[in-house]
């Protein structure tokens, strides 16, 4: 029997976050030992470039398998979809990390602002992709945000300026979460943007206080 449209659209919300949460294993087997971070950037670089290919078959060539009728939404249709995004994102904050620009212990975070972060303030959210997010999921998402980058930054910096670090990551990541920036008359995805937007701020914070 088919789901009614409502049911469905829960279903395919609730699985689009699963795979969007999956992200938080990326730098896992760094901070496990078992790679470096110069391989974990190169594997991430290798993911947009499987992406990339799949993107390029569904919105070229054609090819539209069940996965993507089931996992993308209506407005990626003709677009690229928010999973290519969210490669393109990790993998370029996992590069910066590899030049003095930054480091893992700050890349790792943001990435995890968006592995974690988004996909809780998407569950509370009630937002189309053209409109802000309410006052309590931006106050969510920079609890959360805040919350997996402390135990990196705090051991890092020390407990006053790692605190710092912290929030000049979380509050860059809540307002690329809360308001989707257009450019020309495009919406800029949060997969695309909440990465770099918490990696430059904390960056910056290191840099002035570190």
């Given at each position: 029997?088919?789901?009614?449209?409502?049911?469905?659209?829960?279903?395919?919300?609730?699985?689009?976050?699963?795979v969007?949460?999956?992200?938080?294993?990326?730098?896992?087997?760094?901070?496990?030992?078992?790679i470096?971070?110069?391989?974990?950037?190169?594997?991430?670089?290798?993911?947009?470039?499987?992406?990339?290919?799949?993107?390029?078959?569904?919105?070229?060539?054609?090819?539209?398998?069940?996965?993507?009728?089931?996992?993308?939404?209506?407005?990626?249709?003709?677009?690229?979809a928010?999973?290519?995004?969210?490669?393109?994102?990790?993998?370029?904050?996992?590069?910066?990390?590899?030049?003095?620009?930054?480091?893992?212990?700050?890349?790792?975070?943001t990435?995890?602002?968006?592995?974690?972060g988004?996909?809780?303030s998407?569950?509370?959210?009630?937002?189309g992709?053209?409109e802000?997010?309410?006052p309590l999921?931006?106050?969510?998402?920079?609890?959360?945000?805040?919350?997996?980058?402390l135990?990196?930054?705090?051991?890092?910096?020390g407990?006053?300026?790692?605190?710092?670090?912290?929030?000049?990551?979380?509050?860059p990541?809540?307002?690329?979460d809360?308001?989707?920036?257009?450019?020309s008359?495009?919406?800029?995805?949060?997969?695309l943007?909440i990465?770099?937007?918490?990696?430059?701020?904390?960056?910056v914070?290191?840099?002035?206080?570190?």
């Open positions: 029997m088919a789901l009614p449209a409502a049911a469905w659209r829960e279903r395919v919300e609730f699985e689009r976050r699963l969007h949460a999956s992200g938080t294993l990326y730098p896992v087997p760094y901070l496990l030992g078992w470096t971070w110069m391989e974990t950037a190169a594997l991430l670089v290798a993911s947009v470039v499987v992406v990339a290919v799949l993107e390029f078959l569904r919105l070229v060539i054609g090819l539209d398998h069940a996965v993507y009728r089931a996992l993308t939404r209506e407005y990626e249709a003709d677009a690229v928010g999973y290519a995004l969210y490669q393109v994102s990790t993998a370029a904050v996992a590069l910066v990390a590899t030049t003095p620009l930054a480091t893992p212990t700050l890349a790792v975070p990435m995890w602002m968006l592995s974690v988004d996909p809780v998407g569950a509370i959210g009630e937002n992709p053209e802000a997010k309410r999921v931006w106050g969510v998402m920079f609890v959360v945000s805040l919350a997996v980058t135990p990196f930054t705090v051991p890092a910096f407990p006053t300026v790692g605190v710092v670090v912290a929030v000049a990551g979380a509050v990541a809540t307002v690329a809360g308001i989707p920036p257009i450019v008359g495009v919406v800029l995805d949060d997969n943007t990465p770099p937007a918490a990696l430059a701020g904390m960056a914070a290191a840099a002035a206080l570190g």
